[in-house]
Nanobody
Framework: QVQLVESGGGLVQAGGSLRLSCAASGRTFSNYVGWFRQAPGREREFVAHIRWSGGSTNYAESVKGRFTISRDNAKNTVYLQMNSLKPEDTAVYYC????????????WGQGTQVTVSS
């Protein structure tokens, strides 16, 4: 079992930056760790993921060039650096992790609110 705890959300003006953290406890990350977000009235959507082994990354088109996902193996933590934030980035951001060999997210954090004011 993996417990995921997100932190780093908050209120920021458009054009600003935030860094989200996702710390795992219970066991180390394996395979993929992803960030998702859900805005009010909308479905949860993929933001980015990183492969724990090797560090390959993938991003949603809407955040490419602005967000960067990274990992710290020693701290068993994944980060999401968010720059040039826009009001449409406002959402609850969730960290998720897979447990097997496919990209199926079995573990989810509780979420952290990001609000971008115009």
């Amino acid at each position: 079992q993996v417990q995921l705890v997100e932190s780093g959300g908050g209120l920021v003006q458009a054009g600003g930056s935030l860094r989200l953290s996702c710390a795992a406890s219970g066991r180390t990350f394996s395979n993929y760790v992803g960030w998702f977000r859900q805005a009010p009235g909308r479905e949860r959507e993929f933001v980015a993921h990183i492969r724990w082994s090797g560090g390959s990354t993938n991003y949603a088109e809407s955040v490419k060039g602005r967000f960067t996902i990274s990992r710290d193996n020693a701290k068993n933590t994944v980060y999401l650096q968010m720059n040039s934030l826009k009001p449409e980035d406002t959402a609850v951001y969730y960290c998720a992790a897979t447990s097997g060999g496919t990209i199926v997210y079995d573990y989810w954090g509780q979420g952290t609110q990001v609000t971008v004011s115009s």
